[in-house]
Nanobody, 118 residues
């Protein structure tokens, strides 16, 4: 089982930015997801080991980007209170847009909380 270690969560004022990081190994694609209580987990973005990103613009809306070097990062700009959620990284068994499928993810991090206040 792959261990994923996330960091970078916290509280930020609306309009601010946060960068989440995820350290993992043994993956070809790694995705970022988020979940709020009572709602289904939704995909944000994923990136391949080679640095090829795929983004769910229904959620990202041009404000979130994914990148990687020794870790995988989710840069979140212009945050809004509705972005408040637990954010998770996960290793994907699919590639490209299939890496955004929660049911195709194998190992999950424990998730940093992101809270955006107005």
């Amino acid at each position: 089982q792959v261990q994923l270690v996330e960091s970078g969560g916290g509280s930020v004022r609306a309009g601010g930015s946060l960068t989440l990081s995820c350290v993992a190994s043994g993956y070809l694609w790694l995705g970022w997801f988020r979940q709020t209580p009572g709602k289904e987990r939704e995909a944000i973005a994923a990136i391949s080991i080679g640095g090829c990103p795929t983004v769910n613009e229904d959620v990202a809306r041009g404000r979130f980007t994914v990148s990687r070097d020794n870790a995988v990062y989710l840069r979140m700009n212009s945050l809004k209170p509705e972005d408040t959620a637990m954010y998770y990284c996960a290793t994907a068994t699919g590639r490209g847009v299939r890496a955004l499928q929660t049911h195709d993810c194998k190992d999950w991090g424990k998730g940093p909380q992101v809270t955006v206040y107005s």
